[in-house]
């Protein structure tokens, strides 16, 4: 069955940096495109940004444009978001999900449960 495990939220400090990992399995990793939403505390679901499966292309939110970037290993069947410049309104649980296509669809059938990201001082 399909897992998707996202890990390294934590607490950072405004105009600091992290960097999420979402650890694939139990599909082909490679012909999927992928995204990364988050979830703000009492907000709805973000769509934050999308890569496509080979990595040859890649799409941001107005709100991270410049500041995150995506990327995945398709040999560690490893997605990546490296966020920097981080603001307190970047605070989320942030998701990976797996697309239905190799390119953006933004229609996901798998959702990992998320890692929480706090940036305060």
């Known amino acids: 069955q399909v897992q998707l495990v996202e890990s390294g939220g934590g607490l950072a400090q405004p105009g600091g940096s992290l960097r999420l990992s979402c650890a694939a399995s139990?599909?082909?990793?490679?012909?999927?495109?992928m995204s990364w939403a988050r979830q703000a505390p009492g907000k709805g679901l973000e769509w934050v940004s999308a890569i496509y499966s080979d990595g040859s292309d890649t799409y941001y939110a107005d709100s991270v444009k410049g500041r995150f970037t995506i990327s995945r290993d398709n040999a560690k069947n490893t997605l990546y978001l490296q966020m920097n410049s981080l603001k307190p309104e970047d605070t989320a649980l942030f998701y990976c999900a797996k697309d239905a296509s190799y390119y953006p669809l933004y229609e996901y059938d798998s959702w990992g449960k998320g890692t929480q990201v706090t940036v305060s001082s």
């Open positions: 139990g599909f082909t990793f490679s012909s999927y495109a």
